[in-house]
């Protein structure tokens, strides 16, 4: 089965401060690459994904995320974070078989606190 | 993108008894999911939920605990039966626009369920 690590369970930055959160998976072949984010009270919301092509995404609110194949890594990062960005930050994974896609898995979550 | 809202958004149950979580989605998705999600902990899939044919579910969650329904394309609904308070716990809602290897699975604010 795949495993999704995300290594940093709290992070805690000031406002203005440069954000990067780690994810690193363990399949081996092709796979779709996902960040979501939980605001407090809210729902989980798709904040990037990734599927092929640049291996450099943008996603909504200024966050970006890069795929580096060799090191089965998918970080999440943000040059100025806002306090308006505390929430929690899931990393995602699912691995393309043929022409079919397998289950989504999880990583724990990263709980991001900006100090205003 | 597809909208999923949840009904109902918490509950408080007694021990031995059965909550039916309703979901529903603003549009046709091609797959539906439950999910759980424990404090401090990842999502963890329950199920699929496939219109027209039985749930499939994950390792360690049984039909009899768990019973799914998915009668339409729009709706699926799971009932947490004979509950205990290792129960307590939110359970998420998802759907998964096709757009075949690049799906990509929506949430819904979740069912916030405590069992005392």
């Known amino acids: 089965a795949q495993s999704v690590s995300q290594h940093n369970h709290h992070v805690i930055l000031s406002e203005a401060a440069s954000l990067e959160l780690g994810c690193n998976y363990s399949?081996?072949?092709?796979?779709?690459l996902f960040w979501y984010v939980q605001y407090p009270g809210q729902h989980l919301q798709l904040l990037l994904k990734y599927f092929s092509g640049d291996p450099l995404v943008k996603g909504i609110k200024g966050f970006e995320a890069e795929f580096i194949k060799s090191k089965f890594s998918f970080n999440l990062r943000k040059p100025s974070v806002q306090w308006s960005d505390t929430a929690e930050y899931f990393c995602?994974?699912?691995?393309?078989?043929?022409?079919?896609?397998?289950?989504?898995?999880f990583g724990r979550g990263t709980q991001l606190t900006v100090w205003p | 993108s597809a909208v999923i809202s949840q009904k109902p958004s918490r509950d408080i149950c007694q021990r031995g008894t059965s909550l039916t979580i309703q979901c529903q989605v603003d549009?046709?998705?091609?797959?539906m999911f439950w999910y759980r999600q424990q404090p401090g902990q990842s999502l963890t899939l329950i199920a699929t939920?496939?219109?027209?044919?039985?749930?499939?579910?994950e390792s360690g969650f049984v039909i009899d605990k768990f019973p799914i329904s998915r009668p339409n394309l729009t709706f699926s609904t799971l009932t947490v039966s004979n509950m205990s308070p290792e129960d307590s716990s939110i359970y998420l809602c998802s759907g998964e626009t096709s757009g075949g290897l690049t799906d990509t699975q929506y949430f819904g604010p979740g069912t916030r369920l405590t069992v005392l």
């Open positions: 939920a496939n219109q027209g044919s039985e749930a499939t579910y």
């Open positions: 399949y081996g072949g092709t796979v779709n």
């Open positions: 549009s046709q998705v091609t797959m």
């Open positions: 995602a994974v699912n691995a393309r078989r043929g022409s079919t896609l397998g289950r989504l898995y």
